[in-house]
């Protein structure tokens, strides 16, 4: 079976299994876990920031960060198919206590600083004020859209000059930088606070961070515990993470194999396809999306369906060029 479905997916590699075997451990609530101390610390070399924290996961870092920018009651700025608004539970409503304002960023999901300036409330007697802005990069509802760091800069800077902190989640936030053939940090610099996983195509079996200037991150791990994310010996699961960093490199495979799998898909009677930035490929379907998922099982191809006629498939580091062959001759026959 070739798993399209998500990079989610991946496998732990030999090197990360042995590495958790072997990780060096202690008590994290006390800060004694040396593994975890060595993982924060080189992800906030790599992202340019004065801290970090690991989080179980990536949702949990983005529902720590909403309830560190904001008060109870505020609002918090975000675009309307971004994961933190409309996949995780609205964590921000029952977590943060904040109310989401989405603006529409396009077929991009770029936030632009016109929509900063339209979308910021003012606190007074009748409103509750903004609070937080919050956006995305890669953007997952988006296809995979790798914004620039301009684009990030333009919005943070709009919204700092409002009295308003910026969030960037940023899952795939190495994908976005080998898809713009920039630093990570260079995304990183014009916000408060950034979320990237560990897992998805950097291959980690579990794990993200979350990482802004030591302040932030101070009173992100009170909320950590807070949310139930203190942890004991958990170098056994950040020693993986400490691997997975170093496969930043690698993420261009999946992009190119995406482009391949676009490509090949685009050639199928009945579907049409999104030019890919990442390793995230949109294919619209003439029939209903399940049904043609549906076929696409029967023939040993797994995607997942992303609206009534768009399916969502997803390179990654399990994936060869040879399954793409597969995948697109296996996808052709379903269709």
Wanted: glycine letters at 10%; hydrophobic letters at 40%; one cysteine or more.
């Amino acid at each position: 079976m070739i798993d399209l479905r998500s990079d989610t997916v991946t496998k732990p590699s030999e090197e990360m299994r042995e590495a958790a075997r072997d990780a060096e451990v202690g008590d994290d609530v006390y800060g004694e876990d040396p593994t975890i101390n060595e993982l924060e610390a080189r992800t906030a070399e790599v992202l340019g920031t004065e801290d970090a924290l690991f989080v179980p996961s990536g949702t949990m870092g983005n529902q720590i960060a909403g309830r560190v920018h904001t008060e109870r009651g505020e609002e918090l700025l975000c675009e309307r198919e971004s994961h933190i608004y409309k996949w995780e539970l609205a964590g921000l409503a029952q977590h943060a206590e904040v109310q989401p304002r989405t603006v529409d960023g396009g077929p991009r999901g770029a936030i632009t600083p016109e929509q900063v300036r339209e979308g910021y409330v003012e606190a007074d007697g009748h409103r509750p004020g903004t609070g937080a802005l919050a956006v995305e990069n890669t953007h997952n509802s988006r296809g995979g859209i790798a914004l620039s760091p301009e684009e990030i800069e333009a919005a943070a800077e709009a919204a700092h000059n409002l009295g308003v902190t910026v969030h960037l989640d940023g899952a795939r936030l190495f994908n976005a930088a080998a898809a713009q053939d920039c630093s990570a940090a260079e995304f990183v610099e014009p916000v408060d606070t950034v979320m990237c996983c560990l897992s998805k195509g950097l291959g980690a079996p579990v794990g993200s961070m979350l990482a802004g200037s030591e302040e932030l991150i101070e009173e992100a791990h009170r909320v950590r515990k807070l949310f139930g994310g203190g942890m004991r010996q958990a170098g056994m699961i950040a020693a993986p993470g400490l691997a997975a960093l170093a496969n930043r490199e690698r993420l261009g495979e999946d992009h190119r194999r995406a482009g391949r799998l676009a490509d090949g898909l685009a050639s199928v009677d009945g579907l049409t396809v999104d030019d890919p930035d990442t390793n995230i490929v949109l294919v619209h379907t003439d029939r209903p999306a399940e049904a043609v998922l549906d076929n696409c099982e029967a023939e040993g191809v797994l995607g997942v369906p992303f609206a009534e006629h768009t399916i969502r498939f997803c390179t990654h580091w399990d994936i060869d060029d040879s399954d793409i062959e597969r995948a697109i001759e296996g996808v052709e026959r379903a269709v």
